[in-house]
C-alpha cells in the first residue's frame, strides 16, 4: 500500500521560502511521474508543479520562476523548492502521482498523505 508522507511547511512573510519533501513508500517510486498538489481553504486541489521519470518539470501557469520540483529516486523523495512566496501561495501542500508532465493531470493513488500546511503572511 503506498504512503505518502510530506513535511516542511510552515508559516513565512511575503518573499520568503520552504522547501517541502515528500517520501513516498509502498511503490516503485523510480517509475512514476510525481506531482506536487496544494489546497487552500474553499478551494479545490490544484496540481501546481510535476516531474517525469527522467527528472523533466513542468509548472502551473505563473509559478514557474518561483517553484522548482526535484525527486531523488534514491531516497524514494520528491522536494518543492518555493521561493518568492506570497500570501496567494497559503494552503496544504500534498505529493502524488501525475498522469504525465505533458498533460498537467493527476492520476493520484488511492490515497493521499496528510499534506503540510504553507502558511504566508503579508
Known amino acids: 500500500q503506498v504512503q505518502l508522507v510530506e513535511s516542511g511547511g510552515g508559516s513565512v512573510q511575503t518573499g520568503g521560502s520552504l522547501r517541502l519533501s515528500c517520501v513516498v513508500s509502498?511503490?516503485?517510486?523510480?517509475?512514476?511521474?510525481m506531482g506536487w498538489f496544494r489546497q487552500a481553504p474553499g478551494k479545490q486541489r490544484e496540481l501546481v508543479a510535476g516531474?517525469?521519470?527522467?527528472?523533466?518539470?513542468n509548472y502551473a501557469g505563473s509559478l514557474k520562476g518561483r517553484f522548482t520540483i526535484s525527486r531523488d529516486n534514491a531516497k524514494k523523495t520528491v522536494y518543492l523548492q518555493m521561493n518568492g512566496l506570497e500570501p496567494e501561495d497559503t494552503a496544504v501542500y500534498y505529493c502524488?502521482?501525475?498522469?504525465?508532465?505533458?498533460?498537467?493531470?493527476?492520476?493520484?493513488?488511492?490515497?493521499w498523505g496528510q499534506g503540510t500546511q504553507v502558511t504566508v503572511s503579508s
Open positions: 509502498g511503490i516503485v517510486f523510480s517509475v512514476v511521474d
Open positions: 502524488n502521482r501525475i498522469l504525465s508532465i505533458t498533460s498537467m493531470r493527476g492520476r493520484p493513488f488511492g490515497s
Open positions: 516531474i517525469d521519470t527522467r527528472g523533466n518539470t
